[in-house]
């Protein structure tokens, strides 16, 4: 069954706009794997919009206390500032079970694109050599239909995360088929060069079991913004274990046939 790791940087965001500490981070990452999650995800910005590098060490000792995965995302090659060591000394005091390189700057309001491969390899092997020295499983934010997605590989990641905003536009838009197939065939490519495939940004409800179903060897989701924003109407709990629910019958159909 594919595995659901949920982002809490939108709860980070509500706590940030009014400042002090509610609603917790924390206390909302429990209530997420109380309900059933898999895991937790985090991307701490250099400009600590939500998730502050404080919250990442309270997500790393709750995740570690469960036994589950921590999934820090983020730019490795942001440089650090006050109140941001930088992504790689993040990775060394929390030592995330993953870790998953973003190339986003600052100006982007979220992440929106996937590394491009055909630029000189050497910093980012550099990076994914230094976070698998402490122990992390690297995933890379790929772009579906990227046709060098193989090369991940070649820097060391051990995974790739399919960028599926265009899927999930293109599947509210009413015809998903094209998308969905730049994200099966990128999938199946990264699984020939010996990548798992995992997968993120603007899954909910609606388009995930379409998603789950057609592309082979998803091993993780990560969803938070639209999870938490259906959370607001029906609680995380309700809204975790619907969207367990159906990764539950997407396995069950594939076993079935």
Known sequence: MT????NVNKVAVLRNSRGGATPDVVAAAAACLDAGAHGITVHPRPD???????????????TRARGVEFNLEGNPFAPPRTGYPGFLALCEAARPA???????????????????????PGPLREVVGALKALGCRVSLFVDAGDPDVARAAEVGADRVELYTGPYAAAHAGGDPRRALADCVDTARRAREAG????????????????????????LEVSIGHALIGEALHAGLEATVRAYLAILSDTARAATAH
Do not use: C, E, K, M
């Open 98 to 120: 993953q870790a998953t390189l973003v190339p986003d700057g600052d100006a982007q309001l979220t992440s929106d694109h996937g590394f491009d491969f055909s630029a000189d």
């Open 3 to 6: 595995t659901l790791s949920v």
């Open 48 to 62: 600590a919009r939500h998730i502050r590098a404080d919250d990442v060490h309270a997500l790393a000792a709750l």
């Open 195 to 218: 990548l798992g495939v995992n997968a993120g940004h603007d899954l909910d409800q609606a388009n995930l079991g379409l998603f789950a179903r057609s592309v082979p060897g998803l």
